[in-house]
């Protein structure tokens, strides 16, 4: 395998990241299309994922969200979900321009947050031949109801209100943990499981910051991906689903996918919502592979 560092513009911005070949030489080959999710770095168990889909033949292209990482963009640690969409339609114009990359044969891969990106992009590019999702987001909405106890929640609009005045004032945005070991603490994922993973996953990104802007979040709540999901076939879709899913939840996952058209495929994994990363990974990453070995290599 062969790894390259590249950059491409989105609409001004920079962004950066690995372009990995199965070989020095060759192509062109079919090639996936990948970012993490939430806040997430590519550094982030990622690369992983990225060598199972290499080791089989297949080119891929892994970069960083605007304003995370080593891509550019302001204000820093902010996720702004419809960027971030046109983000993975400019990294897939860019992929093409690739001559190692069969422009006939895109695979887009998203997990969680981007997981949602997938479903949309997916839906409304056709340049996208295969998607395969990990546990995706469906709803900003619902996940908010799920993961906001009903007596903070007017005290969360109350911090979104105050935050857009000071905004409007030329104020700096306000910052909000990512995950908190204190489950009575005001953080973007909350839970036990969500702080160990953020945890585990310093030992690889030791710079990685514990905060977004909270305007991320009253964005995540505008997010709705699910509603895509009818258009995308005939795309082929894969749905990697957790079976024990706070962060995304697993009913949520499951009466999107009834509602996905065929050609569809819907694997489980045992755990939560980290486990595909790392204690099922050879599960996640192997079903993955096939699914875009069987659409995109034949």
């Known amino acids: 395998m062969q790894k390259t560092d590249i950059e491409f513009d989105a609409e001004g911005t920079t962004l950066r990241g690995w372009f990995i070949t199965p070989a020095p030489d060759g192509g062109p ?5 990948m970012a993490h999710g939430f806040s997430g770095l590519k550094e982030q168990y990622l690369p992983n994922f990225a060598n199972v889909f290499a080791e089989a033949g297949m080119a891929v292209l892994l970069y960083d969200q605007r304003n995370f990482g080593d891509s550019d963009g302001e204000p820093r640690q902010e996720i702004d979900p419809q960027r971030q969409l046109r983000d993975v339609r400019d990294a897939i114009t860019f992929a093409c321009t690739l001559p190692q990359v069969d422009a ?4 887009l891969w998203g997990t969680s947050y981007s997981g949602g990106h997938a479903l949309v992009v997916s839906a409304i590019d056709r340049r996208v031949k295969c998607v395969s999702v990990q546990v995706p987001t469906i709803s900003g909405f619902d996940n ?3 993961r906001t106890r009903p007596d903070a929640w007017s005290a969360s609009l109350e911090r979104f209100r105050k935050d857009r005045e000071a905004r409007y004032r030329g104020e700096p945005p306000a910052m909000l943990p990512i995950v908190s070991e204190d489950p009575a603490k005001a953080c973007a994922l909350a839970g036990r499981e969500a702080y160990e993973y953020f945890q585990r996953s310093l030992q690889l990104v030791p710079h990685r910051r514990n905060e977004v802007t909270l305007r991320s979040v009253e964005m995540a709540r505008e997010y709705e ?3 895509y999901i009818e258009r995308i076939s005939p795309t082929p879709l894969q749905m990697i689903v957790s079976t024990q899913d706070p962060t ?9 996918y009834n509602r996905a058209l065929e050609p569809k495929r819907l694997v489980l994994i045992e755990g939560g919502h980290f486990t595909p990363y790392i204690d099922a990974f050879e599960q996640s990453s192997s079903a993955a592979r096939d699914w875009f070995v069987t659409h995109l290599m034949k």
Do not use: F, K, M, S
Not at 104 to 107: A, C, L, Q, S
Not at 248 to 256: G, I, S
């Open 248 to 256: 995304t939840p697993t009913d949520l996952a499951l009466e999107a």
């Open 29 to 33: 080959y079919p090639t996936i299309v």
């Open 225 to 227: 991906p699910g509603i």
């Open 144 to 146: 908010a109801l799920r």
């Open 104 to 107: 006939e044969r895109i695979g």
